[in-house]
């Protein structure tokens, strides 16, 4: 598989970091997001450099989330993950129009969210044939540190080669 082969897009809330805003005691390390007058603490979800750094490695990247664009490129931003997303899609792209996209592979938490967005942005178009679609729904998290998701992940990525 290359980088033109297919696209994977990641959910944020509960799939790439916590599903919630978290409160003390932490059981993870967690960071201060401050999205205009609010503060968040999130958790960032372990082995997430890794299994993006793996994922980059092998297609086009896009986080799609139900999240307005100014909370999630906060966060992104304070996670340090803004750079590895070749598109970023929020509530805000749902409500104007996305481009279609063909042989993609959505990460989400939800599975009924998941497929929300996956008819949005891989319902086919004329003359476009869709090759593969594929949702794949994980635990949503909630900040337990001993949480091997995204390792999962990077395996089923591999046997897909």
Same mark, same amino acid.
């Given at each position: 598989? !290359?980088?033109?082969?297919?696209?994977?897009?990641?959910?944020? =809330?509960?799939?790439?970091?916590?599903?919630?805003?978290? #409160? %003390?005691?932490?059981?993870?390390?967690?960071?201060?997001?401050?999205?205009? #007058?609010?503060?968040?603490?999130?958790?960032?979800? %372990?082995?997430?450099?890794?299994?993006?750094?793996?994922?980059?490695?092998?297609?086009?990247?896009?986080?799609?989330?139900?999240?307005?664009?100014? $909370? /999630?490129?906060?966060?992104?931003?304070?996670?340090?993950?803004?750079? $590895?997303? =070749?598109?970023?899609?929020?509530?805000?792209?749902?409500?104007?129009?996305? %481009?279609?996209?063909?042989?993609?592979?959505?990460?989400?938490?939800?599975?009924? /969210? +998941?497929?929300?967005?996956?008819?949005?942005? /891989?319902? %086919?178009? $004329?003359?476009?044939?869709?090759?593969?679609?594929?949702?794949?729904?994980?635990? !949503?998290?909630? +900040? #337990?540190?001993? =949480? #091997? !998701?995204?390792? =999962?992940?990077?395996?089923?990525?591999?046997?897909? /080669?």
């Amino acid at each position: 598989m !290359t980088v033109k082969d297919f696209t994977i897009f990641l959910d944020l =809330d509960g799939t790439l970091k916590t599903e919630v805003d978290l #409160t %003390p005691p932490f059981e993870v390390e967690t960071l201060n997001v401050q999205s205009g #007058t609010r503060s968040y603490n999130i958790g960032v979800r %372990p082995n997430l450099i890794e299994f993006l750094d793996y994922a980059k490695s092998k297609a086009s990247l896009a986080l799609s989330t139900a999240s307005g664009r100014r $909370y /999630a490129r906060s966060v992104v931003n304070e996670m340090g993950i803004y750079h $590895y997303f =070749d598109h970023f899609y929020t509530i805000e792209s749902f409500n104007v129009g996305i %481009p279609f996209f063909s042989n993609c592979i959505f990460i989400d938490n939800h599975e009924d /969210a +998941g497929m929300q967005k996956m008819d949005k942005m /891989a319902k %086919p178009n $004329y003359g476009v044939s869709v090759v593969r679609n594929d949702l794949w729904t994980i635990d !949503t998290y909630f +900040g #337990t540190k001993d =949480d #091997t !998701t995204m390792l =999962d992940l990077i395996k089923e990525l591999k046997d897909l /080669a």
